[in-house]
């Protein structure tokens, strides 16, 4: 987006050191309504407002935003050529054109216009509001919007209708008003009141009046110069004649930099253009010419020079304060005309030595950077195809001589009369000499590029001895030699890695280190911790030789590119230059800071040579030039800015934000949305002064952006939220993370109302049909448990007749066989049984104990019947009796009944035995009637077809019911086992 461009001066007056100013351009092509800039402001969050002749722009340093009549509905402008822009203290913009005022209020973003006030060429922020001046007079509008009307000045000064556009109002320090109306400049009160006034000789115009900090008052004309009035004095004086500053057009600023306070103003004559740059301690004057009339000139809140023109905006960097440059320019005659890099910065005591690359020659300066001499051609004998002094590579002074390497071998400069010699190597070669280490007074390692290690004798002049870097019959390109602490020599190779020089073998001897041996390595560095920092193929590492590590590679910065030079300051800071600058990485801090080439401030070069100088001060090579930085200033120069939001676009539609204590808030109403932000932090100090990153929880990691700018689609209603914040390439500063919280309204049914009331009623259905699931359940289990009962009681019904119709012919078996006594027994324990039979017969269950009670009364009518054929054993568990357990009633008395009739009676002899044992087995009541009868099959042949045992049958059924369990059955058994016979029967009862 930004275009570089280099201003030498035009001409001066003096030899003052002024700013060497590197403009970056903005225009049209990069976003702007119009390149005729007719005013410039920023706003409270540090935004910039551009006026132009096609409407409004802001810029946030990365996007510029357009408004201008019908283009945006936030503003809704109804304006589009612009005269000027200011801003009050309250953050409101005022912007005026021909046919009226708007007033916008940044806070609000709402535009108010007034169309009464026409033609006003220039703003006044005043403590209340604004003041402005028409051809009806000076009008003075509040927050409030009342107008005030200060007293009329003398009809005169408005008596032109055709040069309104001179008319201009100040306000000095001390809130006295000035008004320059053609040929004069007019000292008011607030009232309106003139005090006194200022002729301009000749009737020439006054285009601007500006007054500094020093309540000075600078007063542009138009062909009669600039004049000053002086707050103590109170009287005009000429400070530019005619002659020398032709026409002075409106444009003035107060500019400090560096250490020196300037004053801006704007330069025409004769179709040129350009600013002049104004000592204000001296009065001593540059000028920088411009293609394009200068209309306005702004510093912003971080000290940057806006320039408006009629081709759009220039902007000069605050950082020159920090960094000087100083030209390395060549005067001889037939010197090469392309531009040369600094390879080469060696400081004496006295003197500054510099070699340009490719033929540009030697320079020596002063410690003032005053030119001492230009080596130029030196006529090397029998070697014609070098004509002259190519390049020199390294600089040593012994005494009164200078060495300097070359690719010829070394030559010799004496330091007075700067004449020549030469020193061949034992080659007679082009050896391509480099950087040189000296060990002793007599030994010095010179580095060759590609022909190894020589050793130089300044002593005898001579070169006693070579050195090969090689591994494995492969020879090494050698970049950079070192001397370290320990004094080890140390030679970076392109091709091999590291080699150390081994004094006991008298050789070089290459590190083994697997990483290192790939890479190639071009410049080399010690710090103070006695770690080596190389610049390599891969960017800058930090190696450990005693431990053969590499403790930072660096691999975070992936812009970073190629490293080339490296070198460290007094306060062990490492700075070293890559394919994009010259950048420092601060031990202390662990931070990097980038000066990158398109950052306008220092020029891009092939060899980025580094040089510390004794003053402290870094000299970095350039294009025909030297950079001077002091490192402590440059670290130190960004502030902490904040990161801001300079629009939100919703469905295309720009979007007003709130902004309250770092969080940003937006509410949308409902729907989905898709969300486009731009974000920036306003530091316009250099372009891509920021990368920017988001994320949107602390969970998330964060994602860099260089352009600032996130398109979020289809958000749906809630809550959201995006961390921002900026990262300065410059200083690698971090800003303090911003949020911005987006709420999307629901639609009715997406509420929580909604859904709470969705909920209760899908709580209340299942509720409801849970209870009635229940009731259906109960009443289901009731209906069964009343017919499980019925089929008992029917059951039961069908049983007693059968037992009591067997008791009744026992009975009259006795009357007939005339055993009164027998049959009256039986009689009364018959009824006995027949009413506890009738007792219960009212219940569906009965204790375990009654229905024992029971059990035996039946076995002892059993036994009168059967005349005592058989015994009776009982195995009653006595928790059984003591117990509460509950069973139906008789359910167990067909089995025995069966076991008497069918096995024990029709036994031979009275020896029957029928045993019944009831034992509490977990959750159920086993049964065991056991006989030692006939058995089953013997039973079985004397029962006729017709007989059937309706008992067994009924209890059975009985029993499966009253167990709920349609896979009971009852264990049978047959005991006859050739000798013994009997029958035993297993019932497993559940109890309640």
Not at 56 to 81: E, H, V
Not at 660 to 674: D, E, F, S, V
Not at 874 to 902: F, K, Q, R, S
Not at 966 to 988: A, M, W
Request: neutral net charge; proline residues 3%; contains cysteine.
């Amino acid at each position: 987006m930004i275009i570089f461009i280099n201003f030498i001066p035009y001409f001066a007056n003096t030899q003052t050191n002024f700013p060497n100013l590197t403009f970056r351009s903005i225009t049209t092509k990069d976003g702007l309504t119009s390149n005729n800039i007719s005013g410039i402001t920023q706003g409270d969050d540090g935004q910039m407002w551009i006026a132009t002749g096609n409407g409004l722009n802001s810029f946030d340093g990365n996007n510029i935003t357009n408004y201008y009549q019908g283009a945006n509905s936030i503003f809704n402008i109804n304006m589009s050529g612009i005269f000027t822009i200011a801003k009050d203290n309250k953050n409101n913009l005022w912007l005026s054109d021909r046919i009226g005022i708007t007033k916008i209020s940044l806070q609000n973003k709402t535009a108010t216009y007034f169309s009464e006030f026409q033609d006003v060429y220039n703003f006044c922020p005043i403590e209340n509001g604004i003041c402005f001046i028409t051809k009806e007079g000076i009008f003075h509008k509040n927050e409030n919007n009342v107008r005030k009307t200060l007293n009329i000045l003398p009809k005169y000064i408005f008596q032109n209708k055709n040069s309104d556009r001179y008319f201009k109002i100040s306000l000095d320090k001390k809130n006295n008003f000035y008004l320059s109306s053609n040929t004069r400049v007019h000292k008011i009160t607030t009232e309106g009141v003139e005090k006194k006034y200022f002729q301009i000789p000749k009737g020439h115009y006054v285009t601007n009046l500006y007054f500094d900090q020093h309540n000075k008052g600078w007063v542009s004309t138009w062909g009669q110069g600039l004049y000053l009035i002086s707050p103590n004095a109170d009287n005009l004086q000429q400070v530019l004649k005619p002659e020398h500053s032709n026409f002075i057009t409106g444009a003035a600023a107060e500019w400090h930099i560096g250490n020196s306070d300037y004053q801006l103003v704007g330069f025409e004559s004769f179709g040129k253009f350009g600013i002049l740059i104004i000592n204000k301690s001296t009065l001593s004057y540059i000028l920088h010419e411009f293609k394009s009339k200068v209309n306005t000139f702004y510093i912003d809140s971080n000290n940057n020079l806006w320039i408006g023109t009629n081709s759009g905006i220039l902007i000069a960097s605050n950082l020159f304060g920090s960094i000087s440059t100083i030209p390395i320019i060549t005067t001889r005659k037939n010197h090469l005309l392309n531009p040369g890099s600094i390879y080469t910065i060696h400081e004496t005591k006295d003197h500054f030595w510099l070699t340009k690359r490719y033929g540009h020659g030697i320079f020596k300066y002063d410690k003032n950077w005053n030119l001492v001499h230009e080596f130029g051609s030196y006529q090397i004998k029998n070697v014609p195809h070098y004509p002259f002094i190519t390049d020199g590579y390294d600089f040593r002074l012994v005494g009164n001589t200078m060495y300097a390497t070359s690719d010829l071998g070394m030559f010799l400069i004496d330091n007075t009369t700067h004449s020549f010699k030469h020193i061949f190597t034992p080659e007679h070669a082009e050896v391509k000499l480099r950087n040189i280490i000296p060990v002793n007074d007599t030994t010095w390692f010179i580095r060759s590029y590609d022909k190894g290690i020589y050793v130089f004798n300044p002593k005898k002049n001579d070169f006693p001895k070579k050195y090969r870097l090689q591994h494995k019959n492969e020879s090494a390109i050698s970049n950079y030699l070192i001397k370290t602490s320990r004094n080890d020599i140390v030679v970076a190779t392109n091709n091999l890695g590291l080699f150390f020089y081994d004094s006991l073998l008298d050789k070089f001897i290459r590190k083994d280190h697997l990483k290192l041996n790939q890479l190639a390595i071009f410049g080399m560095a010690e710090d103070q911790n006695s770690t080596l920092w190389l610049c390599t193929n891969k960017g800058i590492m930090n190696y450990d030789p005693d431990k053969n590590i590499i403790i930072n590679d660096f691999s975070q910065y992936s812009d970073m590119g190629m490293a080339y030079r490296v070198n460290i300051d007094k306060n062990n800071n490492i700075w070293f230059s890559n394919a994009k600058g010259y950048w420092s990485w601060s031990q202390q801090n662990k931070r990097m800071l980038k000066i990158n080439f398109d950052s306008g401030l220092i020029s891009e070069v092939e060899d980025n040579y580094i040089h510390i100088g004794s003053d402290g001060m870094l000299y970095l090579g350039g294009i025909d030039m030297v950079h001077k930085l002091n490192p402590a200033h440059i670290s130190e120069t960004s502030d902490k800015p904040r990161v801001i939001i300079s629009k939100v676009s919703v469905n295309n539609e720009i979007k007003f934000l709130n902004f309250i204590q770092n969080r940003y808030k937006l509410q949308l109403p409902p729907g989905n949305a898709t969300i486009e932000v731009a974000f920036a932090v306003p530091d316009y100090s250099m372009e891509h002064s920021h990368d920017y990153q988001f994320r949107f929880t602390d969970k998330d990691k964060w994602t860099t952006t260089s352009e600032g700018k996130i398109i979020i689609p289809s958000l749906t209603y809630g809550e959201h939220q995006i961390q921002l914040k900026g990262i300065s390439n410059f200083s690698g500063k971090e800003t303090d993370v911003v949020l911005l919280e987006i709420t999307i309204l629901p639609f009715w049914y997406q509420t929580w109302m909604f859904k709470i009331a969705i909920i209760l009623l899908l709580v209340s259905m299942v509720v409801s049909f849970i209870v009635w699931n229940h009731k259906r359940v109960r009443s289901e289990s009731n209906l069964k448990q009343m017919l499980t009962e019925t089929k008992i009681s029917a059951l039961r019904a069908q049983m007693n007749p059968h037992f009591i119709f067997n008791c009744i012919n026992s009975i009259d078996a006795l009357i007939q066989s005339n055993d009164k006594y027998q049959a009256t027994q039986y009689l009364n324990k018959f009824a006995r049984l027949i009413r506890n039979i009738l007792n219960s017969s009212r219940d569906n269950l009965i204790d375990f104990a009654k229905d024992l009670e029971m059990m035996k009364l039946y076995l002892e009518l059993e036994l009168l019947r059967n005349e005592d054929k058989f015994t009776v054993e009982y195995d009653i568990d006595p928790e059984l009796t003591e117990g509460n357990y509950i069973i139906p009633p008789m359910v167990v008395h067909p089995y025995i009944e069966n076991a008497i009739i069918h096995g024990l009676r029709n036994k031979f002899d009275n020896t029957g035995l029928l045993k019944l044992t009831a034992k509490l087995k977990y959750d159920v009541i086993e049964y065991t009637i056991e006989d030692n009868g006939i058995g089953i099959e013997a039973a079985g042949k004397l029962r006729t077809t017709d007989e059937r045992s309706y008992g067994m049958q009924l209890g059975s059924e009985r029993i499966k019911y009253f167990n709920q369990d349609d896979n009971f059955e009852i264990q049978i058994e047959d005991l006859n086992d050739g000798v013994n016979s009997g029958t035993k029967i297993v019932i497993k009862l559940k109890y309640r």
